[in-house]
């Protein structure tokens, strides 16, 4: 099995609003990093947050972590019709082993 | 981009036959990885490499070996290709250290009839 999920699965809002992904994953991690993907796309790198770290922002993007929990949550706030992507959470083992969640489908409707 | 080319993008292969797919990087990354993406399960590990010659089982290794004879090129095989195969293959390079960024390249979208 996956060694993260996310939720929701999809995630429709209006341009403007809030949006918030969560990540649950299973082993300890070095650190955690979300990616963005558009249709038929490789992903992009947004964020990473280490392991003693409990929040992280950049932009419009606020990550937490909490290591207690094994979850993250991405936030994007003031959404544009541009953030419609897929969201994916990626955790960091020993080795640099790097294991993705199940992603995220974001729609930011005009 | 980073520096990394997958060959070929596309490709058709018939059920039985060898197939495979190539990741080459200019970044001189330690790591290498190769992932397949299928809907409703995102990005699955299949193998990774930490070093030339050094490579480890992901999630989903059965019916896939990898080789990395040189730090530039790291290479998929499907032993012997099954229709459960069909699917979207993407390469990913990362630096030394432990907090680094993974750079992934355009995908191969392999089919097997």
Known sequence: ?110 | DAGITQSPRHKVTETGTPVTLRCHQTENHRYMYWYRQDPGHGLRLIHYSYGVKDTDKGEVSDGYSVSRSKTEDFLLTLESATSSQTSVYFCAISGQGVHTEAFFGQGTRLTVV
């Open chain 1, 1 to 110: 099995s996956q060694q993260g999920e996310e939720d929701p699965q999809a995630l429709s809002i209006q341009e403007g609003e809030n949006a918030t992904m969560n990540c649950s994953y299973k082993t300890s991690i070095n650190n955690l990093q979300w990616y963005r993907q558009n249709s038929g796309r490789g992903l992009v790198h947004l964020i990473l947050i280490r392991s003693n770290e409990r929040e992280k922002h950049s932009g419009r993007l606020r990550v937490t972590l909490d290591t207690s929990k094994k979850s993250s949550s991405l936030l994007i706030t003031a959404s544009r019709a541009a953030d419609t992507a897929s969201y994916f959470c990626a955790t960091v083992g020993g080795y640099q082993k790097v294991t993705f969640g199940t992603g995220t489908k974001l729609q930011v409707i005009p």
